[in-house]
């Protein structure tokens, strides 16, 4: 048995919602006492706290696994409006009265955010209003709403155009942040069921495919969903699954309706908080209990001292003026600590003090009298003598003489104080009047009364005259004043005084007539749809008090209680009784409302549709079911594809699947009933495979087969319609099952097939074609009829099977009784006939009798008996790969002999055709060759193994010297020369330095490659040649040193030549063993300044010495003003003749600029100077 899980959250460490407060009262009479109370010299209070242990209304947190509850998706969809989002659905029932924080409730609302409000007030029927109230979040989105966390009256601001304006709203919040809703996205669901838990009613609410936004476009990458599960025992318990992102804010808690209490639990991952902030779901089950058991602990305080009383009751107390009276109450847990803040409440007393009045006179007939307001204090004022009460504010107006005082008194205190009487003297003579207004009440349902007027203020002819007034019009007859039911008649007096002359009194009143219907009587609503379960109240009195500012109540028990409700069902109390009071005074009825219902309508039974395979053609005729349900004129059917009746379905050929809402309405009563159908299409099945499906003859040697097929073979577990159609090789339908369970493939063809068909109305857009792969049950047969015998006495019963049939492990070999064949034939008398039989093991086939003969056989005959075999070897290792098949023909020329290769003459080391010697240079194997009808012949395979010969003369380095000649020899081992060089002699003469090879065959015509080198690294080599017009450098490097250095043939011990006079100079290097190295020519570059194109054959041309043994050159002459005159990169074309464009040019000096590159020094030269041109012009 699973261990359950359940850790207990106590509230004294969840500061996150603990929240109570107290306050005393008159335990006599439950009034509560105001924060100043008056008294009387000597006079006691009893008082008490409100404070027990189970007033908390409290809840406490625990968790355990969401599999210990039915937790899953409803089945009953949430009504939301069909656009929009940030909204609240209709309510719905929840099954059964739901105390929550200390009330009851019947329906729920939703709000599409992930949370669950509940009121009493009638608004709750109208939040689903889009224009008016909003599911409005806090979650802290920069630039699109702000924070607010749990205990907020935030969450009661649902007004829509008004952000500040509250309805209180018990709430309960499950993963509550900004939502995508389903009119946005339709993967969302909202569901509802009634259900039952451990015995105990249940309400099931599932929110599914949650999924947050931003508020500005962007939305979360991953869904969760919620359960909520409201129990009859108050409990409740929210699940919020796979809520793998932390990167946002959510709710998790509940707040009660005027959020001075909330609970919200402790997640247990560090910086992850249900209340408003970042978390991820936790895969547990919270589950919030009432009432959690506190127990309270009184101390009582006058003025700051302790007193002694520790209970919630303090009696007897005696105040003085200005005491303060206080009571701190704190909660405590079973374990005595306590839980939440300490609360209090507190109580001033101040004695009263006799009243002063003050007295004015504004005209001759009135004196007003004034004492101070003091709030709280109720005032009656009296003329001494007369127990009438003449007002009950802090003034009264007297219009007759005599003495006047006021009394003033708590109002739940039986104590008063009395003002000193005050003398009033007026003239006129006039009656006193309390112009507060006059109230009549019938509860018979009269709908006008007549009123004496008189009778309010008398007539006195003797003193005054008096004359009552409507709307500044005289009363014709005060005595009859006719006023209709439930309004309000304002009446004017005047009264004009008879001994004092030019003195009147004159003021106003109201006549407030209320007419209630009579005691018990009956009304009846407007009729209700048949089977309605919820009747707004506020109907009822729209249509019986509308304008009427009547208080209402209702009794569902009868009469013995009654209570305010917003909503009853009138399937479970018809009647009920209604208790209508007058707000104002004493008026008070009590009546039935009884309900009447319109007639049921009917819902006939409906034709169900077949489920189909999707196709591009195919629809469900609604038509159909339309004609079944309107059973009469005035019954309507419509059909939507939503539960909200949003998304009506106009075109009745409908080609989409799922659940289709049906509205049956009657157009006489717009009452109406719903169903549904669910229409379901399937996709076409995918093949789990499609290649052809293999069938064997019914009998071994037929050709008669049973197609049969199963539909499961092809597209696995199907639940939809399914068939197959069976077709011949011709493409006609085999119609019954004896056609295809006995095809007769030589008759109807060897290409069957059949048709996977998944639509049952013959729709074969939805199927597959499968081929069939008809095959043989062949009998085994025989291959050879004799064997034939060369030297054996007796042959094994594995070799004769191994003769007779292929693949003989395959095969059972009876004789013809069924009997085992032996394990050995006895071959000493020939020929022997063998009979038997063969079964194939693998489909079963029997053969027919067969027969085989031993017979004498003779030997093969071959063209030779053994052969030679020569190959080179490369590696000089003797030994190469062979191919033995490749002597095949020195044995024989029939293509049909058998070759065996065995490496012993006993024949016992088989090998392949492909053979590498094993011992070097020579090896015999052996063939065993046999000849179709004759006996095996075994011969011999000489293999010998050739290497190469090896030059004993050539070396693998040679040394040169410039100018050299060197003789190559390579020996006389080989035949054969074949040179790097093109060569093919025995000796070749190299004469530089290099890379050579030469290939080496010899007699037996094998040959290999062999490699030297002729080095030059005996000679000094120039490096480089530093050069200047009085000195000539030379470094080089290579060979022997000390050098000697040659220039222009002479030579010398320094490597620098002095002072060199010659236009160029050949320079080589001489080691100290006399080895020469290659020689440079470098060149001096000279420069002529003048020179005069005159034609007489001397100077006439520009040039530069050994300009042209340099590279990379570019010459360019300009005149005195930067002209290019001549230009040229062409080593072969660097003479200038003194012209520009074929015209001479004068005498003057011109500009030369010179660059190159010297391949010897390996320098980039430059020079710039001028030239003198002296022409005979």
Not at 566 to 573: E, G, K, L
Not at 1006 to 1014: G, M
Request: hydrophobic letters at 35%.
């Amino acid at each position: 048995m699973m261990r359950k899980l359940s850790v207990v959250f106590f509230i004294c460490f969840l500061v996150l919602g603990f929240a109570q407060s107290v306050s005393l009262y008159n335990p006599a009479n439950n009034v509560p006492y105001p924060s100043e109370q008056y008294f009387c010299s000597g006079e006691q209070f009893n008082l008490k706290v409100d404070a027990v242990a189970t007033s908390t209304g409290d809840y406490a947190i625990t968790k355990d696994f969401a599999s210990s509850f039915p937790l899953g998706a409803g089945s009953t969809e949430i009504t939301f409006p069909a656009t929009g989002s940030n909204k609240f659905s209709d309510s719905f029932p929840i099954g059964f009265s739901f105390s929550f924080y200390g009330k009851t409730y019947s329906r729920v609302v939703a709000g599409s955010n992930g949370r669950l409000v509940f009121t009493n007030d009638p608004q709750l029927e109208s939040l689903k209003d889009l224009n008016t109230y909003t599911d409005r979040t806090f979650s802290g989105i920069a630039g699109y709403n702000t924070l607010s966390v749990l205990a907020s009256t935030d969450y009661n601001k649902v007004f829509k155009n008004n952000p500040n304006q509250e309805l209180n709203l018990a709430q309960i919040f499950f993963g509550y942040t900004d939502l995508v809703p389903k009119s946005v996205n339709s993967g969302v669901t909202y569901l509802y069921k009634n259900v039952s838990v451990g015995g105990v009613n249940a309400l099931l609410v599932s929110f599914q495919n949650m999924i947050r936004t931003n508020g500005t476009g962007s939305i979360s990458s991953t869904s969760y969903e919620s359960y909520i599960l409201l129990l009859q025992d108050g409990r409740i318990i929210i699940n919020v699954n796979n809520k793998s992102e932390n990167s946002y804010r959510a709710i998790l808690g509940i707040q009660n309706d005027d959020a001075t209490k909330f609970k919200v639990p402790t997640h247990s991952s560090a910086g992850s908080d249900y209340n408003n902030g970042f978390w991820k779901s936790e895969g547990v089950a919270w589950i919030f209990t009432p009432n959690q058991n506190l127990t309270p602990r009184f101390k009582w305080y006058q003025n700051a001292t302790l007193l002694g009383e520790s209970s919630n009751t303090l009696s007897n107390f005696s105040p003085s003026d200005n005491d303060i009276l206080k009571v701190e109450v704190s909660y405590l847990d079973s374990s005595g600590n306590q839980v939440g803040s300490t609360v209090t409440d507190s109580v001033t007393f101040k004695m009263l003090s006799k009243p002063s009045v003050t007295l004015t006179q504004p005209s001759c007939s009135t004196a007003v009298l004034t004492t101070p307001s003091i709030p709280g204090i109720q005032y009656e004022w009296f003329q001494a003598g007369n127990t009438t009460v003449l007002s009950t504010s802090n003034t009264f107006t007297a219009s007759a003489n005599g003495n006047y005082f006021v009394r003033i008194k708590s109002p739940n205190s039986s104590c008063f104080v009395e003002s000193d009487p005050v003398p009033v003297s007026v003239g006129g003579n006039f009656p006193n009047f309390n112009n507060a207004p006059k109230y009549i009440c019938k509860t018979d349902g009269a709908t006008t009364t007549s009123v004496n007027l008189y009778d309010y203020y008398p007539a006195n002819p003797a003193n005054y005259t008096v004359t009552f007034q409507e709307n500044g019009v005289n009363v014709p007859d005060p005595t009859n004043f006719p006023i209709n039911a439930n309004t309000t008649r304002a009446v004017g007096i005047i009264a004009n005084s008879v001994t004092t002359s030019s003195c009147s009194f004159t003021t106003t009143f109201d006549i407030v007539f209320a007419s209630l219907p009579p005691n018990n009587s009956e009304l009846i609503a407007n009729k209700l749809c048949f089977g309605a379960d919820n009747y707004i109240l506020n109907d009822f009195q729209n249509q019986f008090f509308s304008g009427k500012n009547y208080q209402y109540s209702y009794s569902l028990d009868g009469g013995s209680t009654f209570q305010n409700l917003t909503s009853v069902n009138p399937q479970t109390n018809n009647p009920i009784l209604v208790k209508i009071k007058h707000p104002d005074f004493s008026c008070e009825t009590v009546v039935k409302l009884k309900f009447d219902f319109h007639p049921k309508i009917l819902i006939n039974p409906i034709t169900p549709f077949p489920a189909h395979c999707y196709s591009s053609t195919e629809y469900f005729d609604l038509n159909i079911t339309k004609a079944e349900l309107e059973y009469a004129p005035n019954i309507k059917a419509t059909f939507f594809k939503n539960a909200a009746f949003s998304d009506q379905i106009t075109n009745l050929n409908y080609r989409g699947s799922g659940t289709v809402y049906i509205k049956i309405e009657n157009s006489d009563t717009g009452c109406f009933v719903s169903t549904t159908i669910n229409l379901t299409i399937y996709p076409k099945p995918a093949l789990i495979k499609s290649s052809p499906e293999i069938k064997f003859p019914k009998a071994c040697g037929t050709t008669i087969y049973d197609l049969t097929s199963q539909v499961s073979d092809y597209i696995g577990v199907w639940t939809g319609y399914s068939e197959i159609r069976y077709f011949d090789g011709s493409g006609n339908q085999l119609t019954n099952a004896a056609q295809w369970q006995n095809y007769n493939s030589q008759i109807s063809g060897t290409n069957p097939y059949m048709i996977l068909v998944y639509n049952q109305t013959n729709n074969l857009e939805c199927s597959d074609k499968i081929n069939f792969d008809l095959k043989l049950l062949v009998k085994p047969a025989a291959t050879i009829s004799q064997i034939l015998i060369c030297s054996e006495l007796s042959y094994s019963l594995q070799n004769f099977k191994d003769k007779v049939i292929a693949n003989s492990s395959n095969y059972t070999f009876t004789d013809l009784s069924g009997n085992p064949l032996p394990a050995n034939f006895d071959l000493s008398v020939l020929p022997l006939t063998v009979n038997f039989l063969m079964k194939d093991n693998g489909n079963g086939c029997l053969s027919d009798p067969q027969s085989v003969r031993f017979i004498q056989g003779g030997a093969s005959v071959l063209l030779s008996n053994e052969t030679n075999y020569s190959l080179c070897d490369d590696d000089f290792d003797g030994k190469t790969s062979f191919n033995l098949d490749s002597k095949k023909s020195d044995f024989t020329t029939d293509p049909t002999a058998i070759f065996e290769y065995f490496k012993d003459a006993v024949l016992t080391q088989t090998i392949t055709s492909t053979y590498s010697n094993e011992v070097a240079f020579n090896q015999t194997v052996y063939a065993r060759i046999t000849l179709p009808g004759f006996c095996p012949v075994v011969v011999k395979i000489h293999l010998i193994v050739n290497t190469p010969s090896k030059s004993s003369t050539i070396l693998p380095k040679y040394f040169i010297c410039y100018g050299e000649t060197l003789t190559i020899d390579a020996g006389t081992e080989n035949v054969k020369w074949e040179w790097s060089t093109g060569e093919n002699a025995q000796t070749i003469q190299i004469t530089k330095a290099g890379n050579y090879s030469v290939k080496l065959t010899n007699a037996n015509g094998c040959f290999y490659t062999h490699d030297f080198i002729v080095s030059d690294e005996n000679q000094p080599k120039i490096e480089v040649i530093n050069q200047t017009n009085d000195s000539i450098e030379v470094i080089a490097n290579g060979g022997e040193k000390p050098y000697q250095y040659w220039f222009n043939g002479l030579s010398q011990s320094s490597n620098i030549l002095l002072n060199p006079t010659a236009s160029s100079y050949v320079i080589q290097v001489e080691s100290a063993t006399g080895c020469f190295g290659e020689p440079k020519t470098i060149y001096f570059i000279k420069i002529n300044n003048a020179f005069t194109p005159n034609s007489d054959g001397i100077n006439d041309y520009w040039t530069i010495e050994n300009l042209d043994k340099m590279d990379n050159i570019s010459l360019m002459i300009t005149d005195r003003y930067g002209n290019k005159v001549f230009e040229s990169q062409n080593k072969n074309s660097l003479v200038w003749d003194g012209s520009h464009h074929g015209r001479s040019l004068p005498t003057s000096t011109y500009w030369y600029s010179v660059t190159w590159f010297d391949p010897v020094t390996q320098k980039n030269e430059q020079r710039q100077g001028w030239i003198l041109l002296k022409n005979r012009n």
